[in-house]
């Protein structure tokens, strides 16, 4: 697509409950990036995928935080028992194959994630 | 580690100029930076390369000092539509692709 897609772009849920936030990337490009920005923050880095490799989930906070993304496209990031401090928007953002990187992001508009 | 950025706020009146910092601990392979306006989504604005010299396009310039770890974002003579969060992204030597972001820079230009 022209640009990275997320969805849903607003999203209120009970607490406890199990969220999918999903994210569509640039069409080619091979890297995908999970961030979370808390209200007035910087941005908080989750987990990020590479073409067929193993993904960095040194980021997520907790368990309950999980991610895959299929056929080296669209991704998901599942968040289970959701709690009140889950609240931020959560972004996804993808460039293009390069290690090291040598290309600037695409974020997409992100999620706003709202747990009451 | 999280770069560390400075000033945490600037805020001018049109046509002033604005130097926002960003520094680093760990030894860098490059520096992105970003801005973000209120509801959006960040956007790329240059990237500054290990060995790279100075860029920029038009009154939007930054520098990276590899052996203070410190890249410098500039802007001169400010537009309104540069108000924003500016975010440095740093990439470590052994990141992959994977930037750490510092907690952002918020630009407000007055009339």
């Known amino acids: 697509g022209a640009g990275v897609s997320q969805s849903p772009s607003n999203k209120v849920t009970e607490k406890g409950k199990d969220v999918e936030l999903r994210c569509d990337p640039i069409?080619?490009?091979?890297?995908l990036y999970w961030y979370r920005q808390s209200l007035g923050q910087g941005l908080e880095f989750l987990i990020y995928?590479?073409?067929?490799?193993?993904?960095?989930k040194s980021g997520l906070p907790s368990d309950r935080f999980s991610a895959e993304r299929t056929g080296g496209s669209v991704s998901t990031l599942t968040i289970q028992r959701t709690q009140q401090e889950d609240s931020a928007v959560y972004l996804c953002a993808s460039s293009e194959r390069q290690a090291p990187l040598v290309y600037g992001y695409t974020f997409g508009s992100g999620t706003r994630l709202t747990v009451v | 580690q999280q770069p560390v950025q400075s000033p945490q706020a600037v805020i001018l009146r049109e046509g002033e100029d604005a130097v926002i910092n960003c520094s680093s601990s760990k030894a860098l392979y490059s520096v992105h930076w970003y801005r973000q306006k209120h509801g959006e989504a960040p956007v790329f604005l240059m990237i500054l390369l290990k060995g790279g010299e100075q860029k920029g396009h038009e009154k939007i310039s930054a520098s990276f000092n590899e052996k203070k770890q410190q890249s410098s974002l500039y802007l001169t003579a400010s537009q309104l539509s540069y108000s924003g969060t500016y975010f440095c992204g740093l990439l470590g030597e052994t990141s992959g692709s994977r930037l750490t972001f510092g907690e952002g820079t918020q630009l407000t230009v007055n009339p």
């Open positions: 069409s080619g490009h091979t890297a």
């Open positions: 995928f590479q073409g067929n490799s193993a993904p960095d």
